[in-house]
């Protein structure tokens, strides 16, 4: 029996213009924008459309703006009455999954993504975490790695990724050392990322606890359809692991080959991704080729993804 899962992108997938044709073409779609507006006092679809890009990269508006864009195309896909039968997200996007499965309303979900945001910014002074991406190392090695350089400073694992894709987060000075012990192991390349703090990491703690004061106070509703967390690649199907499950994932490394594979696992066939960009797609063909992703960034692409959806089921 086939399945669908719908993922939903991380920070990162940002880009001036996201959203654009939902918020002009699908009304149901350009009321996710108009309430997460209404929620945070500022205006989301501006943002989006216009920018600055120095603006929109800032996590504590990036957030909420992948947020809106992401549930925009969610609207867009409901109304063409496709069902689906498990959702996830990387990272940030695991609240655009809890929103579609019903756990999270949006507007509570969009106002913890921005404090989520602001808490992650405020963790570390900014100039003293770094991330980076070590490409062509299995994770072994990495954690390895890790390891070795964990004697100039914090450095952890923070994301895995897929086959070969490990990205790594900590103090600054730590980090660029792992970055050379990678390079000496044989990494194809390993860089670092343009981002404003090194997440999915011990140094998140402060922001971890801020959060949970925060989730305290929002309802949680179990999910209506099962969603796979970050934190362990397992179901969540209740409120009560819901909360402690955010509040983990922040300090906590993003397991997205293990989460494709759960689903692949429980039968998924069809990934369909949306929101900005393509990241997830690609990254889903490469730990799951036998099965099929898609993305809906846009109408165009979402009626491909649509098309191809009505034709596997």
Known sequence: MNALA?????????????????????????????????????DLARLCFEGPDELLTLTANAQPAIMAVSMAAFAALQCEGVKFD??????????????????LAFEDAIRVVRKRGEFMQEAVVPGAGAMA???????????????????????????????????????????????????????????????????HCSLMGPAGKRLAAVLQAVPIADPLVPLVNNVDAEFLMSREEIAGSLVRQVTSP???????????????????????????????????P???????????????????AKALF
């Open 254 to 288: 993003v397991r997205w080959e293990d989460v494709v594979r759960k689903l692949v696992k429980e039968g998924v066939t069809l990934f369909l991704e949306l929101g900005p960009g393509k990241v997830l797609t690609g990254l889903i063909k490469r730990i799951a």
């Open 86 to 103: 498990y959702v996830a997200g990387h990272s940030l996007g695991e609240y655009s999954a809890l929103v579609a499965a019903g756990s």
């Open 6 to 42: 719908l993922v939903f992108p991380g920070q990162g997938s940002q880009r001036i213009g996201m959203g654009r044709d939902f918020w002009a073409q699908v009304p149901e779609a350009r009321r996710f924008f108009e309430k997460g507006s209404e929620s945070l006092g500022i």
């Open 290 to 308: 036998e099965v099929t992703a898609l993305y809906a960034e846009d109408l165009s692409s979402l009626q491909v993804a649509i098309n191809q």
């Open 133 to 199: 991406a070590i490409l062509g190392l299995d994770k072994e090695s990495v954690y390895t790695v890790c390891g070795e350089a964990a004697s100039h400073g914090v450095v952890e694992v923070a994301n895995l990724n897929g086959p070969g894709q490990v990205v790594i987060a900590g103090e600054t000075k730590a980090v660029e050392h792992a970055i050379e012990l990678a390079k000496q192991r044989g990494a194809k390349r390993a860089v670092r990322l343009q981002v404003s703090a090194p997440f």
